[in-house]
């Protein structure tokens, strides 16, 4: 069956670490992938885009990873700050009209 | 720009009651779509549509319909309204079948 999991429900870290998430899929081959930041009782907003032929893409403090050969996309977000606390969501592209599918999510909390 | 509007932004149901879920957009974006997200559950397709006039059925379109007579509109019909719709429902909208979603702030439903 088909399966997006992110690694853990939940992440604690330090202000001024580097937060890794992890976002694996199984029976997709998704032409890209997509991360989206999500604030309690808000709805999700994107972050970065990745395509299957691209191996990194950047912004700002935050660094996207897609290796199709794993299938699976690692979410870095460098110099962590208390403000970076949200759930992350990773969405795949099954290969239909854009109607992407999700993981369900990393809570990431930064302490300061 | 307002981008997504949902109403209602909460409401109660009884079982076995019907309601609408409206969604309009001034993106004039052609694809939009429905999610729920239950906890822990990841954000689940219930229905999309690629412009006016055509829609399709998601991962989980039981118990709802749909409909998109304009490029603005789509509203989502739950009918008999069971308790396991209780969940916060997405509009979602996006300008291309690559591109980056954007999201209504949601609607939270209960059904007792």
């Known amino acids: 069956s088909q399966k997006i999991e992110q690694n853990s429900e939940a992440l604690n870290i330090q202000e001024g670490k580097t937060a890794t998430l992890t976002c694996n899929y199984t029976n997709y081959s998704p032409a890209y992938l997509q991360w989206y930041r999500q604030d309690p009782g808000r709805g999700p907003v994107f972050l970065l885009l990745i395509r299957e032929n691209e191996k990194e893409k950047r912004k700002e403090r935050l660094k996207v990873t897609f290796d199709t050969t794993l299938k699976q996309s690692l979410f870095h977000i460098t110099a962590s700050q208390p403000a970076d606390s949200a759930t992350y969501l990773c969405?795949?592209?099954?290969?239909?009209?854009?109607?992407?599918?999700f993981g369900a999510g990393t809570r990431l909390t930064v302490k300061p | 720009n307002a981008g997504v509007t949902q109403t209602p932004k909460f409401r109660i149901l009884k079982i076995g009651q019907s309601m609408t879920l409206q969604c309009t957009q001034d993106?004039?974006?052609?694809?939009m779509y429905w999610y729920r997200q239950d906890p822990g559950m990841g954000l689940k397709l219930i229905y999309y549509s690629v412009g006016a006039g055509i829609t399709d059925k998601g991962e989980v379109p039981n118990g709802y319909n749909v409909s998109r007579s304009t490029t603005e509109d789509f509203p989502l019909r739950l009918e008999l309204a069971a308790p396991s719709q209780t969940s916060v429902y997405f509009c979602?909208?996006?300008?291309?079948?690559?591109?980056?979603?954007?999201f209504g702030e949601g609607s939270r439903l209960t059904v007792l």
């Open positions: 969405a795949l592209d099954p290969g239909g009209y854009n109607d992407m599918r």
């Open positions: 979602v909208c996006t300008g291309t079948n690559t591109g980056e979603l954007f």
């Open positions: 993106m004039n974006h052609n694809y």
